[in-house]
């Protein structure tokens, strides 16, 4: 059994986990033994990694030398201490079928980015999308939302949930919106129904990254808009009523997929170079 | 005379320099040496530049402004739903960047560049704007037929340009100085896909740009010192991918998009930027009737392409010879935002790669897009999948 | 005597006008948009009207014999008063909405030490705002939200970091709280705020007896002063939502035009840079519109953006702008869009780039695309007129200027310390003169 | 504010016109839906520069995409099918008439009447002014594997004029490859007669169909010309050319439009009739379909009428003084093709427009720039200041798409109307002044 971490610096937030690698020979299983997540919060994020680092290191009483193998992935280039780095979908795999071994394919949410994949059994990605350059109907995007109405993050998906009448909403600027918003409310549109309609339009995105990879089912939701169960309700939704039907399964680690991901691919990859 | 061959990196910096010259000094400097001599910019994707150079004339490609130009006027005639090279290029005109340019050839290649052509009759009506048509009927009898009416007509406009009459034997000689040009072209793509890690793309890449203002001998003798010179540079294989970009036929990925696809681990063994220097695919022929000649060419030896009518081989079954001829990994569909021919036709290239078990990934770019990130990411995710996975968990 | 009132309901503020029957601008009210139009406009409207009066009061002061030697102090301190007798009125209310939302079923198990902790965070608030308001320059752009909104964030770290109370918590309760405090039209009238801070300044200004009656008087001349307003026009982003008849909403196109006009005759291009929409408006001599552009609906392209970036930056707008100036080695931004950007901007900070180099970028990106605005407008034309929120950050104006020099030549730049009411202005224009029916 | 489910929203003024057209459009799409039991062979070809005349003459039932996407666009079955379209790697990018009709395709072929659209047995890719004609049937070539493509170039006016090189090209390619096929594939020898007995037809009902597009100079316009233009194009573009209901047709639409000169009425909107003329437009562009009753509305509540519009002219000039000339067959055809609008290039087309701007009386010219179609748009904006610069006369730029509801921004394009009618307003207050 090796030590390996996988760190995973995201738009918003940095994730770590710390695994125990069950390597070939050991034949043990993975295990993860440490895992969380900070956000930056307008601050240094290379302070923020480095601080999230320790408070990893202390908690389970390691010193970095420790580590058989520490992978970056997502913005890696912030880190310093990582031995390899790995890209984001191939890590966000890994993870999502480490969470789910019967992952099929892997829809992403994030900060600022959503991406679907699509994988094979032994988490290879056999084809992916993106979305663009334009953060409207992003996780950031929510987030400005949820502010704006004066919610807090973990109520937006119950809130959603209790929408009677969603307003539809499409292509908004997550920077304007403020003042669409404001508008909504100014005509008396609940904040249930709001962000319902605002589930909508994500969703419709994310369905339609979906299909653009030909997505098969199981999907497993990472990233941290996983925990948004509004959305998640949309589109388990939308999934079953257009095309051909997938079923969605979100974990409690999904917003730490990419790390766990990371840190697997740290323990192979360690693997292979001792070989 | 001995001539000293330049270094590879002398050519990289002299192609660098051509390339990131907006003003295009190079033309005024060619021009400066005789009152008679004469310029004339045409767009992509492709152009007979025989024609030009047979009347005694530097044909010079115009690209966009890629990622270094700002765009100040160029807007204020093109919506934002159009892709951006067409603004690029009006504002290099506005900017006073293509005065050396005597005149512009305007190829058929989509509707963007065909309204372009009027739009350069209206801003500058002093300014010799052609546009120019070719057959999507390939019968000799027809589209042949009208080609050369075409190409007859192009050749009368530029003789007005400095009164000298077309004669058919500079035409031929055009035509031998050109298809050597291409053959050397054809050298550097061979040498690249053959040893990918000898010839990054980013050097082979500017290398085709420079074509696009050098006159065709001084080309000519540059890929020749790069291929005679880069041979010995000591450069190491990595474990990168072989792929094939598509799709970049007209408006071009900036220079960071093509360092960045390299850097995510790919080796691009084959791809359709700067495509005029590869549009004809074999010698044209240096007997009969010159201008018969590049009418032939065109019909039966010119590349497959997203502006021609693909007729009876749908496009895709061209691309997956082009996968097995070139031993690619996988095909990079990396398109202009906005450009209805690239995008219309690629899900019909998916389809087809799919059905043959190629692996593909797909992206937009803009010329002047400044943030790779994603495509970072999405590339660097398609090597790891097609090199990881050898024996993964 | 008549007055006429302009409403501009901009998307980030609403700007009001007063004109007198001569045309000269009286009053001038600021305040930020909120989701009740009805009440952006309100207040807008009652600051031009409490700006008015004090255009009276010192009109008044400084016809004084008594008075006139001390005006300028007395005058501004009493306004310093004044806004900080509204300012702790307003701080008061927020903290009971506040108390009123800890209370929630919800928080009830954190709720005795959450009382605790706001009150005594906003004790604090309170005492800081006595200090910040008495020293003379307080930044008035700054509105109560950003205010409060940015002591209460950095007061809250530190209560949360002492208390063990999530600062997540704490601030979603002030998210609540300040949207429902920002919908309420300010309960306290001019008189009663101006009694107040007159009897504030007598206490601490070296006034004599005298004078101190002498300034009551004048005080409650200015306050008795009716405002009459004869007719109003809203215009702005917001203007179908406003509750005025149809021949009382003009386009905001043309009130910029016509407000451009007021300011400087010679105008014949506009640039507008607002909250959340660019124009390039050309005008003929007459202040009429003659063509004109606006941006799409993507912030990246106006003030929000410099807004985002600002906050980001946990920096107020009215800094970004001097920073900006400082650049030694501009950065070039290659995002478009603003929240990318502000990833970007993060990402280089992180990377050892320094502050205002990257912020100069950030201008100079936000110009370029009102170049292009510009010029897909008709191009720019002497003289130039540039309004709008924007203008008043320094950066953006060097940027501008250099870009226009560059590209369209040498030519007159205007930009009037009013700028921001440009719009407002012409609506209040229109409320003149379409009276007569010239409309 | 919502609307009570009791209150209906007020009737449709339909002019007899209108209805006519209806029926024929319907007993159209019934056509084709049988074509096949009824032994016909079936066409897909395009709107600008068809050859309506001559599949007729082979007895051949063309089936025009564009008009399916538009009729999908305007019953708002439209934004499903793109969506379709986008599932299966089509760009958001991209004419979204093409993903409209690939929307349709996999969804089963249904057309906007509820009848299927049988497949094609010939792709005549006759196209006039468009590239993108050129990959969509290269697509639907890929999924229809059965249908021959039989291709028609029409060269582009590049430099302004039809020259006799490309009219020889189209006589040519027509003679000697788009008649063959259509012999071999539809097994009727080519009878020029019929032809030229279509032809004739397609030339009377033209002056009916240019007597209502003149008729807008009046003052006030008995039509709108962009609105309800695109009805008055609807049966001389597409299906009907040439036939007698064709002829019938615009009789009725005569008799209609003098009615209402006598009358000395303005344009019948679907709100009703127009009251009163306050503005005299010129629109360049094709309409949004998917909002069309909205945006016609937009202007019947500022009460601007549209006087001529370049839409109506993308399946020919004939208010240029272009007819069918039955007396050379082939050669009208050519003829024909290439002088459809987007055929034109963008000087002439400014020229057009300015002439259209000072023979109507325009108070000014809107753009209505589609997203879908760089034909159209590329250039638009330089159409705009050319436009301004030579007539003096202010114009107002619009941006929708066809028939993506995602593009239409009603309160957008409601305040940009606005404020242009009142720059109009008061620049006219000035020069009274
Ligand atoms: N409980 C929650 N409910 C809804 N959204 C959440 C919740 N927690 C986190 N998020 C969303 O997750 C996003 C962060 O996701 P993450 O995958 O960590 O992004 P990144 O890796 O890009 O930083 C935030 O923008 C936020 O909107
Ligand atoms: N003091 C200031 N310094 C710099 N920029 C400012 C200042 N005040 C406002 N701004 C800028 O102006 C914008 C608001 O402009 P404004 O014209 O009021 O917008 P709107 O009319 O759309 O509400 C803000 O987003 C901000 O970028
Ligand atoms: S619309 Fe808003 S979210 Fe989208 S690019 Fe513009 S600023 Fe960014
Ligand atoms: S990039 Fe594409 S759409 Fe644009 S001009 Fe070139 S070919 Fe045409
Ligand atoms: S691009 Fe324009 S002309 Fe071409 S198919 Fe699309 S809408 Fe029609």
Known sequence: MILTAGIDVGASSVKIAVLEYGTKNAGSPHRAIYLAGERFHKRDPKLVIRGCFESALRACDLSEDDFAYIASTGEGDLISFRRGHFYGMTTHARGAQFLFPSTRSVLDIGALHARAMRVDERSKVLQYQMTGQCASGSGQFLENIARYLGVGLEEVGPLSMRARRPEIVSGICAVLAETDVINMVSRGVETADILRGIHESIGGRLVRLLRAIKAESPVTITGGLARDTGLMAVLREKLSSEGTPLEIQTHDHSALAGALGAALWAGFRHERLAA | MTRLRPTVAEIVEQTLALYEDLDFSYVRAWKSKSTSRRAVGFMPVYMPREIIHAAGMLPVGVMGGGDRLDIIKGDAYFQSYLCHIPRSTIELALSHRLDSLDGMVFPSICDVIRNLSGMWKLLFPEKMARYLDFPQNFDPALGGRFYRQELESLRSALSELNALPPQDSALTHSICLFNKNRRLVKALYDLRASKPWLVPTYEAYLLLRAGNILDVEEHTQLLEDYLVRVESEPRKPMDNIRVIVVGSFCEQPPLGLILTLERAGCYIVDDDFVLASRWITADISKTGDPLEALVEAYLKNSTFHSSKFEGSTPKWRHLIEQVKARQADGVVFAAPSFCDPALLDQPQYEKGLEEAGIAHTTFKYAENTGQFQNIREQIGTFSDSLKLWSEAP | ?439 | MTTPPAARPPEIHKEPSMLLQKNMLADYFTRVSKAREEGKKIAYTFVPGNLTELLHAFDVVPVYPEINALQNGMRKRSAKFILDAEKIGHSEDVCTYVKADLGMLLNGNVGPTGEIIPEPDILLLSYTGCFTFMKWFEILKQHYPKAEVVMLQVPYQGEGTPTPAMREYIVRQLRESVIPAFERISGHRFEEDRLREQLRRSAEAEEGLVFALQSARRRPSPIDAYFGGVYYIGPMFTAFRGTPECVDYYDTLREEIQNRIDAHAGPITPEGPMAEEKYRLIVEGPPNWTHFREFWKLFYDEGAVVVASTYTKVGGLYDQGFRHNPDDPLGTLADYCMGCYTNLNLPTRVELIEKYIRDFEADGFLINSIKSCNSFSSGQLLILRELERRTGKPGGFFESDLVDPRYFSAANIKNRLESYLQMLDQRRSQAVA
């Open chain 3, 1 to 439: 005597m008549g007055y006429t009132l302009g409403i501009d309901l901009g998307s980030t503020t609403t700007k009001a006008i007063l004109l007198d029957a001569n045309d000269r601008i009286v009053g001038r009210g600021l305040t930020n948009t909120r989701s009740n139009y009805e009440v952006a406009t309100a207040v807008a409207e009652s600051e031009a009207k409490i700006n008015a009066h004090f255009t009276f009061l010192k009109e008044a002061v400084d016809s004084s014999p008594k008075l006139s030697s001390q005006a300028a102090p007395l005058l501004n301190n009493l306004e310093n008063r004044f806004h900080l007798v509204q300012h702790l009125h307003r701080v008061n209310r927020l903290r009971r909405q506040c108390l009123f939302e800890a209370a929630a079923d919800r928080l009830l198990p954190h709720q005795p030490r959450l009382t605790t902790v706001l009150n005594a965070l906003f004790d604090q608030i309170h005492e800081r705002a006595e200090r910040s308001f008495s020293t003379a320059d307080v930044d008035r752009s700054r509105f109560f939200r950003d205010i409060v909104g940015s002591e209460y964030m950095a007061l809250a770290e530190e209560q949360s970091r002492e208390s063990s109370i999530a600062l997540d918590l704490l601030m979603g309760l002030y998210d609540k709280s300040i949207l429902v405090e920002e919908n309420q039209v300010l309960d306290l009238s001019f008189v009663e705020a101006i009694q107040q801070a007159v009897e504030a300044a007598g206490e601490s200004e070296t006034l004599t007896r005298v004078q101190q009656k002498a300034l009551r008087e004048v005080v409650e001349e200015a306050a008795s002063q009716t405002l009459e307003v004869d007719n109003m026009v809203g215009t702005g982003y917001g203007r179908q939502r406003l509750p005025f008849r149809k021949d009382q909403i003009r386009s905001e196109i043309l009130c910029h035009g016509l407000g451009a006009h007021y300011f400087f005759p010679g105008t014949r291009t506009v640039l507008d840079i607002g909250g959340q929409d660019t124009k390039a408006i050309q005008v003929d001599s007459q202040g009429i519109v003659t063509s004109f552009q606006m941006n799409d609906r993507c912030a990246a392209g106006c003030g929000r953006y410099l807004g985002y970036i600002a906050d980001e930056l946990n920096l107020g707008l009215h800094q970004l702008g001097p920073l900006a100036l400082q650049a030694k080695r501009p950065v070039r931004i290659t995002s478009t869009c603003t929240v990318f950007a502000g990833a970007e901007l993060r990402e280089r900070l992180s990377m050892g780039d320094a502050r205002e180099d990257i912020l100069d970028g950030l201008h100079r990106a936000i110009i370029l695309r009102a170049m292009s605005l510009l010029a897909r407008s008709g191009g720019i034309t002497d003289e130039f007129t540039f309004t709008g929120g924007v203008a008043k950050n320094p950066a953006a104006v060097r940027a501008l200027t250099r870009l226009v020099e560059e590209n369209y030549g040498t030519m007159k730049i205007n930009i009037h310390p009013d700028s921001i009411f440009t719009g407002a202005v012409g609506a209040a224009l229109y409320a003149r003169h379409t009276q007569g029916g010239i409309a």
